[in-house]
């Protein structure tokens, strides 16, 4: 379950032969039960941002995108009506191959997310306003899985300049989505972070957590693979990046994009990996 945010170490060693890479690594994990489940891995690797119709649903999961996000920011272009029935059949579409689906909020009241989170069953909630610790905590022991937007300034930035940005959170078993700080608009914009900044953090703060952590701000297929290599990221978010024209997903865009990220469950040829659900039939044969 992607809710699910403890890990039974002993199930995993007999079954994958070891521990996972991302718990091994991390010193004196097994004498502190207590990180076994407090830092939980990103609950995706590739997510595509904005999704508004089962159609970019399907792009998705052909592609091998592991996660769609559904944007209920009412000033979004790319907001979708939480109780309609195009948005319920776009959650079911990518409940159905196994997709991760994530709640976009911002600035919610906190009842009004978890009331959305529960109708839908989401996988996951992102807030990505201005949001308490109160807010994320409610989330997180309602049982879902949380990701907290980081706005953060586009131009190079020291580690312990990163860190002070996640700091009052950094105790709290949730994944920090590092995005490009636009003033008063909430998201990237389209803009960049300085990826060897976020490279020089990972390696000083992020290896020292089992915690996961997201890459955002004008990402697109041209630029993935250079992100991804310059800030070490392992897990990616788009929203305009794969669109064409602005706000409409794009049938192309998307799989360049996955494909260029070395992330998802395609090959360098296209072909989509065995370990993901079957795109391109019918989800409920």
């Keep these: 379950m992607m809710k699910q945010l403890s890990i ?11 521990l996972p890479s991302s718990i091994a690594s991390v010193p004196n994990l097994i004498e502190n039960p207590i990180l076994n489940t407090a830092h939980p891995p990103a609950p995706f690797k590739v997510k595509i941002c904005g999704v508004r119709s089962s159609r970019d649903v399907q792009a998705c999961a052909d592609a091998g995108a592991d996660a769609i996000g559904l944007n209920f920011y009412p000033a979004s272009i790319r907001y ?6 195009s948005t319920k059949a776009i959650n079911d579409t990518a409940k159905r191959y196994g997709i991760c689906r994530v709640g976009l909020f911002v600035n919610h009241a906190s ?4 009331e959305v989170a529960r109708a839908l069953d989401l996988d996951a909630i992102q807030f990505h306003g201005d ?21 953060l300034p586009t131009s190079p930035l020291a580690a312990e300049e990163i860190q002070s940005h996640l700091e009052s959170l950094w105790d709290l078993p949730i994944t920090f989505l590092l995005d490009a700080d636009v003033g008063a608009a909430f998201g990237g914009g389209g803009k960049q972070l300085h990826w060897p900044s976020l490279a020089d953090w990972a390696s000083r703060y992020g290896r020292h957590a ?43 865009l998307i799989p360049k994009f996955v494909i260029a990220s070395g992330l998802g ?10 370990t993901l659900p079957t795109a391109g039939e019918n989800p409920t044969d």
């Design 210 to 252: 089992t915690r996961g952590w997201v890459l955002a701000g004008g990402l697109d297929p041209a630029c993935i693979a250079e992100a991804i290599t310059q800030s070490t990221a392992k897990s990616v978010d788009v929203a305009s990046g794969v669109e064409s024209p602005r706000g409409q997903k794009s049938g192309d």
């Design 8 to 18: 039974d170490i002993a199930d995993k060693q007999e079954k994958m032969g070891g």
């Design 265 to 274: 469950g395609v090959d360098e040829t296209g072909r989509l990996s065995e």
């Design 131 to 151: 949001e308490t610790r109160a807010d994320l905590r409610r989330a997180l022991d309602a049982g879902f899985q949380v990701v907290r937007a980081i706005r």
């Design 80 to 85: 979708v009506e939480p109780a309609s029935e």
């Design 111 to 114: 009842d009004q997310v978890l």
